[in-house]
């Protein structure tokens, strides 16, 4: 049974940082794309960043230079560091993971989903 549980969500003031973590279990997670997504209220779903299996990244333009997506194969876990978070990054923040297919920040069919980890950023 696949699982992604993230943590590490909060609430910020605005030039804060917080750092996201997903624990993976349940597939082979090194083989697989994954990446960070978040939707805000009345907002749909976007893609954040993401990282293949060979480590390349890709971020979404509105968080370039302020976002780092890692991961660490040997204990399953995707991290999420986001600096100088700004109000408008407030939203649920998901961890996803796809055996397949391109590993791009505006994919969305992703095969697994967490249950998100609320992040808050107040002016």
């Known amino acids: 049974q696949v699982q992604l549980v993230e943590s590490g969500g909060g609430s910020v003031q605005a030039g804060g940082s917080l750092r996201l973590s997903c624990a993976a279990s349940g597939y082979t997670y090194s083989s697989y794309c994954m990446g960070w997504f978040r939707q805000a209220p009345g907002k749909e779903r976007e893609g954040v960043a993401v990282?293949?299996?060979?480590?390349?990244?890709s971020y979404a333009d509105s968080v370039k230079g302020r976002f780092t997506i890692s991961k660490d194969n040997a204990k399953n876990t995707l991290y999420g560091q986001m600096n100088s978070l700004k109000p408008e990054d407030t939203a649920m923040y998901y961890c996803?993971?796809?055996?397949?297919?391109?590993?791009?920040?505006?994919?969305?069919?992703?095969?697994?989903w967490g249950q998100g980890t609320q992040v808050t950023v107040s002016s």
């Open positions: 990282i293949d299996s060979i480590g390349r990244t």
């Open positions: 996803a993971a796809a055996s397949g297919g391109y590993c791009y920040t505006s994919r969305l069919d992703f095969d697994y």
